[in-house]
Nanobody
Framework: QVQLVESGGGSVQPGGSLRLSCVAS????????MGWYRQAPGKERELVAT???????NYADSVKGRFTISRDNAQNTVSLQMNSLKPEDTAVYYC???????????WGRGTQVTVSS
């Protein structure tokens, strides 16, 4: 059994910052990519950022320059520093990782981020 648990969500005013964290526990085998996705009401889940085991990262255009993804391979954690938040960043944020062997995807249950004045 693998479990991913996100933390750090909440409510913030536009321009504010939040830091999301996600830890994988249980029968965690070698992890390939780790990432963050989000889903706003009435919209499909979309990629926010991914990070490879070596540290290279990709970002959605909408968050480039504002969000930073990082990971700790020893602790099986991935974090997302979100700065200059906008109302359109409001969504449920999910972390995931892809297992190196077999490419299995694991997902957390999500954490709510609300940006509103």
């Amino acid at each position: 059994q693998v479990q991913l648990v996100e933390s750090g969500g909440g409510s913030v005013q536009p321009g504010g910052s939040l830091r999301l964290s996600c830890v994988a526990s249980g029968s965690v085998l070698s992890i390939d990519t780790m990432g963050w996705y989000r889903q706003a009401p009435g919209k499909e889940r979309e990629l926010v950022a991914t990070i490879f085991s070596g540290g290279a990262a990709n970002y959605a255009d909408s968050v480039k320059g504002r969000f930073t993804i990082s990971r700790d391979n020893a602790q099986n954690t991935v974090s997302l520093q979100m700065n200059s938040l906008k109302p359109e960043d409001t969504a449920v944020y999910y972390c995931n990782y892809k297992q190196l062997i077999g490419g299995i995807l694991y997902w957390g249950r999500g954490t709510q981020v609300t940006v509103s004045s």
